[in-house]
Nanobody
Framework: QVQLVESGGGLVQPGGSLRLSCAAS????????MGWFRQAPGKEREFVAA????????TYFDSVKGRFTISRDNAKNTVSLQMNSLKPEDTAVYYC?????????????????WGQGTQVTVSS
């Protein structure tokens, strides 16, 4: 049974940093794509970043390019999202997701499994 468990959310001031982690278990992820999405109150869930587990290639939503970095640790079966220069508009629940068709997609319906989410609040 696939499980994705996010951690690392919290309250941070504008300009600060947070590192989110997603622990993946239940099957081999070696040929999957792992994505991070976020959903702010009253808004649609949106793509943030994705990484190919096999070759480490990445893609980012335009508004987070240069501020966020997605990475994976094959040995620990975790995917991380380093978020720097955080802005109030980054406030959302952040979700980790897995796509076993490895499409490197920005569309949430391409992803097969989801974590429960972790809250990130950027406020002074």
């Amino acid at each position: 049974q696939v499980q994705l468990v996010e951690s690392g959310g919290g309250l941070v001031q504008p300009g600060g940093s947070l590192r989110l982690s997603c622990a993946a278990s239940g099957r081999s992820f070696s040929n999957s794509v792992m994505g991070w999405f976020r959903q702010a109150p009253g808004k649609e869930r949106e793509f943030v970043a994705a990484i190919s587990w096999s070759d480490g290639s990445t893609t980012y939503f335009d508004s987070v390019k240069g501020r966020f970095t997605i990475s994976r640790d094959n040995a620990k079966n975790t995917v991380s999202l380093q978020m720097n220069s955080l802005k109030p508009e980054d406030t959302a629940v952040y979700y980790c997701a897995a796509d076993f068709d490895a499409n490197m997609s920005w569309y949430q319906y391409e992803y097969d499994y989801w974590g429960q989410g972790t809250q990130v609040t950027v406020s002074s």
